[in-house]
């Protein structure tokens, strides 16, 4: 019995209800400055510290709890009792009000009433001792004999879907705007946010969101998404009014002929409004016409008039889509009916390269100049840019690959034509040298046209501007060519002074 405390032995001794922990009915015999008194029905006085029963006065019965057993008193506490009952009031997902004390290891203890609990780091949605001294709702997390767990982040969670419940997709609310981003606005509604998407401001673009909306405005806007699960709303202020594509589409079939003006130039087709009106269409650059490569700002200037088909509505893109290439293709089908080989017809040149030009007819059909077809010979040449009128004849139609070829210089006579309508195979002729070449020489035939007497049909010895006499040996239509000969000259002439001899002295025989 000697290992055994006084205090043991007294608390066995002692009812059981006096036991530590046990709650027993007393009365109030004497109050001091520090501590008083009560009458607990057992051989010792229960003490308790004044400060508890303050309110209260001698002879008043209270409740308390049994702390401990010392040698000359029980010691107990309204206190504690307070809490005990306090504690067992609280359920699991209560939301109770307390004060942040003091930040202890893992967290921070918090006072609920007459409770002490603890508010884990994790939970609190705060970073060190900022929410200290500061009273808040809290969620109780976990509750124990020792005590409850709160947390404040579960608490903010809760709210959020106990007020996303409260809302329906499509429903119009007044939100505000919290944060602005380069794709859009983080709104506030009530204890959540919502995004609200650049997109979704207005049926038309919007470029520069902060020239609609500002940090702090109030807005009203629609719920066009709602993940009650997630937590996740988008909002739309576009979506208060119909949808004017549902109108703009009305007017328009596919297929039907068109006319516009030229709004926007793009690297990469035409912004057109149809018709005079605000209705934008689009036409890419593979719908305009057959050319793979051209640029359009060199084709086209802001105010141009078009023609066009309509080629597509796209509900999920809201554009309407155009083509003037659909325009050619009817042009195509009934081209025989409206040019021909050999047409001459006047255009304007759209675009000009070092190797040939694309020339638009007036009917809109595109026509590919060779720089080789520009003229005969390089002192008629001309030099072509965009934008020039000009005229020229037509020389192949390519119908299965839609594509016209022209020539200036096929309509006038070709040099060698011209040359070979004055002269014939076999004529002598006096000519001027005009070029002296390693192959030979060039004699000027025409104005336009020079022929070539090869090196090994000269004879003498020449230089530019004698005169030489030669005769027309060939003529090759297909090389352009007219091929002369001094020494074919020469021979005939020794044949004919043979001849001549022959002819004398057989006389005289």
């Keep these: 019995m000697s290992d055994m405390s006084f205090e043991q032995l007294l608390n066995d001794y002692l009812p059981g209800d006096y036991k530590s922990g046990a709650v027993v009915e007393a009365t109030i015999t004497r109050k001091d400055v520090d501590y008083s008194f009560l009458d607990i029905s057992s051989k010792l006085e229960g003490r308790i510290r004044s400060f508890e029963i303050s309110d209260l006065n001698v002879g008043d019965k209270v409740s308390v709890q049994v702390i401990r057993t010392e040698e000359d008193f029980v010691i107990v506490s309204k206190l504690a009792l307070d809490r005990v009952r306090e504690l067992e009031n609280y359920n699991v997902s209560d939301v109770v009000s307390g004060t942040v004390i003091k930040q202890i290891k893992g967290g921070y203890n918090v006072k609920v009433k007459n409770v002490n609990a603890f508010l884990p780091l994790s939970l609190s949605g705060a970073k060190g001792n900022e929410i200290v001294g500061k009273t808040f709702d809290f969620l109780i997390k976990e509750k124990t004999k020792k005590g409850i767990t709160l947390s404040r982040t579960d608490l903010a969670r809760?709210?959020?879907?106990?007020?996303?419940?409260?809302?329906?997709?499509?429903?119009?609310?007044?939100?505000?705007?919290?944060?602005?981003?380069?794709?859009?606005?983080?709104?506030?509604?009530?204890?959540?946010?919502?995004?609200?998407?650049?997109?979704?401001?207005?049926?038309?673009?919007?470029?520069?969101?902060?020239?609609?909306?500002?940090?702090?405005?109030?807005?009203?806007?629609?719920?066009?998404?709602?993940?009650?699960?997630?937590?996740?709303?988008?909002?739309?202020?576009?979506?208060?009014?119909?949808?004017?594509?549902?109108?703009?589409?009305?007017?328009?079939?596919?297929?039907?002929?068109?006319?516009?003006?030229?709004?926007?130039?793009?690297?990469?087709?035409?912004?057109?409004?149809?018709?005079?009106?605000?209705?934008?269409?689009?036409?890419?650059?593979?719908?305009?016409?057959?050319?793979?490569?051209?640029?359009?700002?060199?084709?086209?200037?802001?105010?141009?008039?078009?023609?066009?088909?309509?080629?597509?509505?796209?509900?999920?893109?809201?554009?309407?889509?155009?083509?003037?290439?659909?325009?050619?293709?009817?042009?195509?089908?009934?081209?025989?009916?409206?040019?021909?080989?050999?047409?001459?017809?006047?255009?304007?040149?759209?675009?000009?390269?070092?190797?040939?030009?694309?020339?638009?007819?007036?009917?809109?059909?595109?026509?590919?100049?060779?720089?080789?077809?520009?003229?005969?010979?390089?002192?008629?040449?001309?030099?072509?840019?965009?934008?020039?009128?000009?005229?020229?004849?037509?020389?192949?139609?390519?119908?299965?690959?839609?594509?016209?070829?022209?020539?200036?210089?096929?309509?006038?006579?070709?040099?060698?034509?011209?040359?070979?309508?004055?002269?014939?195979?076999?004529?002598?002729?006096d000519l001027t040298v005009t070029d002296k070449l390693e192959g030979g020489l060039l004699v000027e035939l025409t104005e336009r046209f020079k022929g070539l007497i090869p090196q090994r049909e000269v004879v003498g010895d020449y230089k530019v501007g004698d005169t030489i006499t030669a005769t027309i040996i060939d003529s090759n239509e297909k090389k352009s060519s007219i091929i002369l000969s001094e020494k074919r000259v020469k021979e005939n002439e020794q044949k004919s002074e043979m001849n001549e001899l022959m002819k004398k002295y057989g006389a005289n025989e």
Excluded: C
């Design 158 to 429: 809760k709210e959020v879907l106990d007020f996303i419940n409260t809302l329906q997709l499509g429903d119009v609310v007044k939100a505000k705007v919290k944060e602005i981003l380069d794709f859009g606005a983080i709104l506030e509604l009530g204890p959540t946010t919502g995004l609200l998407h650049i997109s979704e401001l207005s049926w038309g673009q919007t470029k520069d969101i902060k020239s609609v909306l500002s940090v702090g405005q109030e807005v009203e806007v629609k719920i066009i998404e709602l993940n009650k699960e997630k937590a996740k709303i988008k909002f739309s202020i576009k979506q208060l009014t119909p949808d004017p594509w549902l109108t703009t589409r009305e007017k328009y079939k596919v297929g039907e002929k068109r006319t516009g003006v030229v709004k926007e130039i793009l690297d990469f087709g035409l912004v057109i409004n149809i018709d005079g009106t605000n209705d934008e269409g689009f036409m890419h650059i593979s719908d305009i016409n057959y050319r793979k490569f051209f640029k359009l700002d060199k084709n086209f200037k802001v105010g141009d008039k078009i023609t066009f088909v309509i080629e597509q509505l796209n509900d999920e893109k809201q554009r309407i889509s155009l083509s003037a290439k659909a325009i050619l293709d009817e042009l195509w089908e009934n081209i025989d009916d409206i040019i021909s080989i050999g047409d001459i017809v006047k255009g304007k040149v759209l675009f000009a390269q070092d190797y040939g030009m694309f020339v638009e007819m007036d009917n809109r059909l595109e026509a590919f100049i060779r720089r080789n077809e520009y003229a005969w010979t390089k002192s008629e040449l001309t030099v072509f840019n965009e934008n020039d009128e000009i005229e020229f004849r037509i020389i192949d139609i390519d119908k299965e690959n839609k594509k016209i070829s022209g020539s200036i210089k096929e309509m006038y006579i070709s040099p060698w034509v011209e040359a070979m309508e004055q002269y014939k195979v076999g004529q002598v002729l």
